[in-house]
């Protein structure tokens, strides 16, 4: 069945289909309730290098890059009850689409998880129009797409925990942290064990508990005050009407720093138009210019400079024009 509508619209977040039968399936989805959604979007899309991203980053026993597939744990709030369950999804890249399945549990809330998927895989962008945008600097790679994400809270738990350490380590601390805090979940699959603890959890916590884990005292502090700020109400992570405003709001907490608010403001919240001048990595794309020099020239990139800080990072030969 081929989707209808145009790349974006609701109505790209199909029909529900019943159980696919091929042996290879079979040995996963037992349930024939499973929902199965088509998600389009507009190509080319770089799905090598998102599925690469996402792989490098899966958290152990909420996430796992399975070959062609990604699945994970999840919760949904559906009517003021917790919903918990799983999704799993493959690129069907000769169709334009992305193939998902989500748990039995999950079906009232299945199209508020397409959503979410269309948000982690930036399903929506315009490609045509971000190209045009950054002309020669997508030039090599024109189908690379802005890794979202499916938990704002774990998002931003990651981001925190990232400061300052390499990939591998940041999620090590996060498995610890799932692992010793996170709720059990029964899935199909192995590697899906928990899901990532909430804020009121996070929240609970003291410091030592953290460093108990290997979270430096004052990561640790940041994130229960995140925590505590999300389960008050105060930081409506999944409610940001304004990302100017959610950027001021996690400046103001104690430990977030501007390179971790904007990244999160690119990630969570999908702005299109952030731009880490001051990431280590893009001021080496930029030798002998100060920050201030490097921000005008990001200036050509505006409104995609989301976009031009990843094509920045993963493009090893690009070189600034010199005036």
């Known amino acids: 069945m081929a989707p209808t509508g145009p790349p974006g619209a609701e109505n790209n977040l199909l029909h529900t289909f019943g159980f696919i039968k ?40 909420v996430e796992q890059q399975d070959g062609e597939f990604y699945q994970r744990t999840l919760a949904v709030m559906h009517n003021g009850k917790r919903l ?21 549990s999950l079906a009232p809330v299945a199209v508020n998880v397409a959503q ?15 190209a045009q945008g950054l002309g020669r600097l997508a030039e090599n790679s024109p189908g690379l797409r802005l890794p979202g994400c499916v938990n704002r809270f774990e998002l931003t738990v990651r981001a925190i925990l990232g400061q300052l350490v390499s990939v591998k380590m940041a ?46 005292a004052k990561r640790a502090a940041c994130l229960i005050g995140i925590a505590q700020a999300v389960e008050a109400g105060r930081l409506p992570l999944d409610e940001m009407k304004d990302v100017h405003d959610g950027v001021k709001q996690l400046l103001a907490m104690p430990g977030i720093g501007s390179w ?60 600034p024009d010199l005036p």
């Open 171 to 216: 999620s090590t601390l996060a498995t610890r942290l799932t692992e010793k805090w996170g709720e059990p979940v029964t899935t199909p699959f192995p590697a899906l064990t928990h899901l990532f603890p909430t804020p009121a959890i996070v929240a609970q916590l003291t410091v030592e508990d953290l460093r108990g884990i290997g979270v430096q």
């Open 260 to 319: 971790t608010a904007s990244y999160v403001a690119m990630r969570a919240w999908s702005a299109p138009d952030v731009f880490l001048g001051g990431d280590y990595l893009i001021k080496q794309r930029f030798p002998g210019m100060t920050p201030a020099k490097i921000a005008r020239y990001a200036e050509v990139w505006k409104p995609w400079r989301t976009y031009a800080t990843l094509h920045l990072w993963f493009n090893n030969d690009w070189q």
């Open 84 to 104: 918990t369950g799983w999704l799993r999804l493959r690129p069907l890249p000769e169709k334009n689409v992305v193939e998902l399945d989500v748990s039995p």
């Open 22 to 61: 091929p042996p290879l399936r079979r040995l996963f989805y037992k349930d024939r309730s499973v929902t199965k959604t088509l998600l389009a979007y507009q190509p080319p899309y770089d799905w090598q290098w998102m599925t690469a991203f996402l792989g490098a980053r899966a958290l152990q026993g």
């Open 116 to 130: 979410q998927v269309r948000r982690l895989l930036d399903l929506d962008a315009q490609p045509d129009a971000i």
